[in-house]
């Protein structure tokens, strides 16, 4: 992406904090195990920065994290270069279990339409020796596209061990995503008619009840939640009454899971001051493999209810009584 100077080209600062950066790093070119980054790339930054790489080492305004060199480089320059709005975001920074963050891209599909794609990567601790945990999503793709996505940038990180990947990868699916995808009416009957399958086999088909404390950019946090129960094919309610706030999940269980990673990593509610936010308030009421008194739910619904018993109605029709009577009422 096109940066028009220092500023634009930094995450926000606190997001460089917490992970750690040494600074930013090229905006051009890959980010290898052994060497340094051009000093030409660092053309749109500042002087000290400038200066720093010529000296073969990032800029140091934000210090540095305890991880191997070329991982540090390799976020760093991971930074300046998806310096776009929304384009990179760091989730979650552990010394223990590593670092998560995500990549907004864009990939060419059918007719080489651009297809907004969001690339989810977990670091752990000895990466590069191991391959970095993966998850694709976009609204464009269905579950069993991304799904194919995923496994096929998994191959593609196994030749890739013992160096940074990520930019690699995130190379390989901007150049080869239409080749993965087959005709969209093929894939899409195929993918409904999965679902349907699975959805009347209970098999792997769980339930989960979530509470919030509260949300206060709730348009967009609303349509976040609806964004991931589609992608993750889940479905289920997002119920409101009065300050009580409740999601309803039913589905695959590791779908379920996957939406729990979601809730808890992403920046998905503003705080006091309006600053983007993770949700802390959130807690798991309940979860448990879907019975034969349990209504199937066909789709995800967000409702609004004007009393409690209006709220108990719907855990009635849903088979879920006593969920109700323990959690909710209690």
């Known amino acids: ?51 720093a790489a010529a000296e073969g080492e990032a800029p140091s305004r934000w210090g540095r994290v305890a991880m191997a060199e070329p991982v540090q480089e390799e976020l760093s320059a991971l930074a300046a270069i998806f310096c776009g709005p929304d384009e990179w975001e760091v989730l979650s920074r552990s010394e223990t279990d590593g670092t998560v963050f995500r990549i907004l891209t864009k990939a060419a599909g059918h007719s080489d339409v651009d297809i907004p794609i969001e690339l989810m990567f977990h670091l752990p601790v000895n990466y590069p020796s191991c391959l970095p945990g993966l998850s694709v999503h976009s609204e464009h793709l269905t579950r069993a596209q991304c799904v194919t996505v995923k496994e096929k940038l998994l191959e593609q990180a196994q030749n890739l061990l013992s160096e940074p990947m990520v930019h690699e990868l995130v190379l390989w699916v901007q150049q080869n995503l239409r080749h993965l995808l087959h005709p969209p009416e093929t894939r ?3 993918e409904k008619c999965a679902f349907a399958s699975s959805v009347t086999a209970d098999d792997g088909l769980w339930i989960t009840l979530l509470h919030l404390d509260h ?48 809730q808890k990593t992403s920046k998905v509610d503003v705080d ?27 789709a995800f619904e967000v ?28």
């Open 272 to 298: 006091s001051s309006g600053k983007k936010c993770k949700e802390k308030m959130i807690s798991v009421l309940f979860e448990t493999k879907v019975q034969t008194e349990h209504k199937r739910f066909l």
């Open 303 to 330: 409702k609004e209810y004007s009393s409690l018993d209006e709220l108990q109605k719907e855990f009635e029709t849903a088979g879920l009584k006593k969920l109700f009577s323990e959690f909710v009422f209690g």
């Open 188 to 190: 899409n009957g195929s």
């Open 215 to 262: 949300m206060r950019a709730k348009s967009k946090y609303v349509r976040t939640v609806e964004r991931w129960a589609s992608d993750l094919k889940l479905t289920g309610r997002l119920m409101f009454m009065g300050k009580i706030i409740l999601i309803l999940l039913q589905g695959d269980r590791n779908s379920i899971k996957e939406y729990l990673i979601l």
């Open 1 to 51: 992406s096109p940066c028009d100077g220092e500023d634009r080209c930094s995450p926000p600062e606190s997001e460089l904090e917490e992970l750690g950066f040494a600074g930013r790093a090229p905006a051009q070119g890959r980010t290898r195990a052994a060497g340094r980054p051009p000093v030409a790339a660092w053309a749109h930054c500042s002087a000290p920065a400038r200066a």
